[in-house]
């Protein structure tokens, strides 16, 4: 399978709990993104990656939330102290290098997400 | 500021009737447009883009035109199939950074037999 794979599916966590969240993206993407979605909403962004620079990061990261992409391979999201208010479902997608010219290879594809569940 | 507004759901059809779903955006500049589906328990999946004012996208028997003068991206299928129930996300590419996507909140779509 060479889609975007994230690890685990499902995390039940009691709040106060530090989880850590992996995604592992297409091979040849450079571009890695980070997403929060919650129920009947569409995903919102917190995050992304060229290699391994963090190079946007959405007012939704509060300081509780960290994003590594240690060797601009895989990426791990980090939430500490979680709260209620974090349950949702967190979407990682990667990327090429968009090309502003032509609008190609902005393409963002998606793996099946991890269900966070706060307690 | 960017932002995208679908219509809301659920859309509910029998097999074979002809699907539009509603999409508007607001952005600064030009973005690139694209409906993505979500099917039960799995990820986003792209279903089709259009990158440029009167663009078509196409696939799978969908079809949505880049319309710039409203402003509209809306997503039809002249037949609708069973396996088509799904969410449907309407995107688009932030002008001035192509990498940052703005989504809608999403379309149920459910088709009876």
């Known amino acids: 399978d060479t889609g975007v794979s994230q690890d685990p599916r499902h995390k039940i966590t009691k709040r106060g709990q530090n989880v850590t969240f992996r995604c592992d993206p297409i091979?040849?993407?450079?571009?890695l993104y980070w997403y929060r979605q919650t129920l009947g909403q569409g995903p919102e962004f917190l995050t992304y990656?060229?290699?391994?620079?963090?190079?946007?990061k959405s007012r939704l990261l509060s300081d509780r939330f960290s994003a590594e992409r240690p060797k601009g391979s895989f990426s791990t999201l980090e939430i500490q102290r979680t709260e209620q208010g974090d349950s949702a479902m967190y979407l990682c997608?990667?990327?090429?290098?968009?090309?502003?010219?032509?609008?190609?290879?902005?393409?963002?594809?998606f793996g099946p997400g991890t269900r966070l569940t706060v307690l | 500021g960017n932002s995208v507004t679908q219509m809301e759901g659920p859309v509910t059809l029998s097999e074979e009737a002809f699907l539009t779903i509603n999409c508007t955006y607001t952005?600064?500049?030009?973005?690139?447009l694209f409906w993505y589906v979500q099917y039960p328990g799995e990820g986003l999946q792209l279903l089709l883009k259009?990158?440029?004012?009167?663009d078509k996208g196409s696939n799978k028997g969908f079809e949505a035109t880049y319309r710039k003068e409203t402003t509209s991206f809306h997503l039809e299928k002249g037949s609708v199939q069973v396996s088509d129930s799904a969410v449907y996300f309407c995107?688009?590419?932030?002008?001035?950074?192509?990498?940052?996507?703005?989504f809608g909140s999403g379309t149920k779509l459910n088709v009876k037999p």
């Open positions: 997608a990667s990327s090429l290098a968009a090309q502003r010219t032509s609008g190609r290879g902005n393409e963002q594809f």
């Open positions: 091979s040849e993407h450079n571009r």
């Open positions: 990656f060229q290699n391994e620079a963090q190079l946007e």
């Open positions: 952005a600064t500049g030009y973005p690139s």
């Open positions: 259009a990158t440029k004012a009167d």
């Open positions: 995107a688009l590419s932030d002008p001035g950074n192509f990498n940052k996507f703005y």
